[in-house]
């Protein structure tokens, strides 16, 4: 919890205001007793009304002052802690947004979401109740004690035996409890997992007819957090009753031996009747203390869980001194020598790769599933860096400039469609929130999704769900790559990008694609020969190695798994065209 102090210093004037006015408080309800207790002595035995109401105002009006002094510390409490959990849930999302695909495999999205809700719920909570109670406690109980030895120095041994068994009762729940937070956080992650993959996977669920096994996993990981959170519930529960069974038994005591030296004449009434409030106080402050001891544990585990996020350290980083690209900028694109391994894997995925795509051509990469295709262009986009070797963007190798800088140049369509909650004219300027209505039609009809919106009733301002659910597959491939045109990028990366196109739709796209983007570099990872046999050079992978390279006529006659490929799909006169 230390590491995140730092988002605390923003708010330090409300913390000490907040202090001086629970100083105040304390103060207020700490001066209550000896009020009574001269109403009682003064006023009630003696029949002295005019005093009980005179004193009786003076309470009054100091049991208003602490309250509007609890007030204003509930205020500053509030703000304080909503404030942290607002800064630590921006700097948690813009951290994740930093994170590169080992980050990724190193935090599950179900976690990443617990971390940025429930963990931070559960500071913000202990914030507030840490600003309420952990400077007013300590005052309360220290101005108790004070004020109660001063009362009667002779039954300090009650509170003396008191305070030993509350802080026996804290140190008990403190050793069953801590390690049942731990694991309750946990276990909220693996009911987000779930529930998640649940939701996600309800149509192949449903096509399986498996509703009820998924339940059973559902309803397995819901009652492990239950009985887990009913263990501690149950654990904490009994700290309330021995905490007034404590309290019952030192009134009793207090009642005992104070009515002993009230009869011996060493006593009054109203001192007996204050020290019983002191001792009360005193109790009670080590209620409040026990009960923040009892929440830190947790809210220490969701520190330590929100901390391993934002101090990750990114394993792809930009360079201290970054180069830049050329201002005559050319969209050649130079693997060399490049190898690579999956952070934590063993064997290498890629081996000594080298090709070269010429500025304005379309190289196209094919491949047995697992080859590496996919693996090429997340190298190149960087969202994992080469183990030996290096990638040359416009003579420049990619290490050596921001992220962000070379992924300006680029229009990614990534092997997954992924739309965004909102429209399609949303979804479309994604990439340049200032392209006109005329570069989205235009992105559009190379894209060939003009007909298509053009069929729904409210155009390019009709909703698109979560993920664009309700889209079909091949209509959300299109609006995927007519965002990455609209950006009218030198260099396009399609990561099988078609396959969810029927053969028309694949052929004029990739029509629309040669005419329009003439100029810009295309490399082209695809499953299917007839995508990919006009491109001007094609790179064959096997097992992560490149085996042939050329054109469609001449990889037919050179390379035997082209061949292998392109005749399970294609007849020899289609080949052949």
């Known amino acids: ?58 309470m009054l009006l100091i049991t208003l002052l602490g309250t509007a002094a609890s007030v ?160 501690v519930n149950r654990a904490m529960a009994l700290m309330m009753p021995v905490m007034m069974l404590i309290m019952n038994l030192v009134t009793v005591i207090i009642v005992w031996v104070g009515a002993k030296h009230v009869s011996a004449f060493q006593m009054g009434i109203g001192d007996m009747m204050a020290y019983m409030q002191y001792a009360m106080q005193i109790i009670m402050a080590f209620l409040m203390m026990s009960m923040m001891f009892i929440m830190f544990p947790r809210a220490a585990v969701a520190a330590d869980r929100i901390a391993e996020v934002l101090e990750k350290e990114e394993s792809i980083a930009d360079p201290e001194e970054p180069a830049s690209f050329r201002e005559e900028f050319q969209p050649t694109i130079e693997f060399r020598n490049v190898n690579f391994a999956y952070p934590g894997g063993e064997d290498a995925v890629l081996h000594n790769i080298n090709f070269l795509a010429p500025a304005g051509q379309t190289t196209a990469i094919i491949g047995s599933t697992g080859s590496g295709k996919s693996t090429l262009l997340n190298l190149l986009m960087r969202f994992y860096d080469v183990t030996a070797g290096e990638i040359l963007v416009d003579g420049q190798d990619i290490r050596t400039v921001t992220r962000r800088s070379l992924r300006e140049k680029i229009g990614y369509i990534p092997q997954k469609s992924t739309l965004f909650s909102g429209s399609i004219r949303s979804n479309l300027s994604y990439g340049d929130k200032k392209a006109t209505q005329e570069t989205l039609a235009k992105a559009a009809e190379i894209a060939q999704a003009t007909e298509f919106i053009a069929a729904k009733e409210e155009g390019y301002d009709s909703v698109i769900a979560q993920g664009g659910t309700n889209v079909s597959g091949g209509q959300r491939q299109r609006l995927s790559i007519a965002r990455a045109l609209v950006k009218n990028a030198p260099i396009y990366l399609f990561d099988d990008s078609f396959s969810a196109l029927d053969l028309k739709t694949d052929r004029n ?65 289609e080949l052949a065209r």
């Open 72 to 231: 204003m510390v509930g205020y500053f409490a509030a703000r304080t802690a909503a404030g942290v959990a607002r800064d630590l849930r921006s700097g948690v999302f813009k951290k994740v947004e930093q994170f590169t695909h080992a980050e990724f495999d190193h935090f599950s999205t179900a976690s990443l979401i617990t971390r940025t809700t429930n963990d931070i719920t559960q500071l913000q909570t202990v914030l507030v109740m840490m600003i309420r109670l952990v400077f007013y406690a300590p005052i309360l109980g220290v101005g108790g004690v004070i004020k109660a030895i001063s009362s009667s120095s002779s039954m300090s041994w009650i509170i003396g035996i008191a305070v030993l068994c509350l802080i026996g009762v804290v140190v008990i729940l403190f050793i069953v409890v801590i390690p049942k937070f731990k694991l309750i956080q946990s276990l909220i992650d693996r009911l987000n997992l779930v529930a998640r993959e649940n939701i996600e996977g309800m149509l192949v669920i449903r096509a399986f007819n498996t509703q009820k096994f998924e339940g059973a996993r559902f309803d397995k990981a819901n009652r492990d957090l239950l009985e887990t959170n009913l263990f």
């Open 1 to 58: 919890m230390v590491k995140l102090v730092k988002y605390l210093s923003s708010y330090y004037g409300y913390i000490l205001g907040a202090v001086a006015l629970l100083f105040l408080q304390a103060n207020c309800d700490l001066a209550l007793p000896d009020y009574m207790s001269d109403i009682v002595n003064t006023g009630v035995m003696t029949g002295n009304t005019n005093y009980i109401l005179k004193t009786g105002a003076t």
């Open 509 to 573: 796209l990739r029509g629309a694609l040669q005419r329009e983007t003439g100029t810009s570099t295309i490399l082209l990872v695809a499953q299917r020969v007839s995508t990919i046999m006009n491109a001007e050079q094609i790179i064959v992978l096997d097992n992560g190695r490149i085996v042939g390279k050329g054109t469609h006529n001449e990889l037919l006659q050179t390379c035997e798994v082209y061949q292998e490929i392109a005749y399970s799909q294609l007849s020899e006169e």
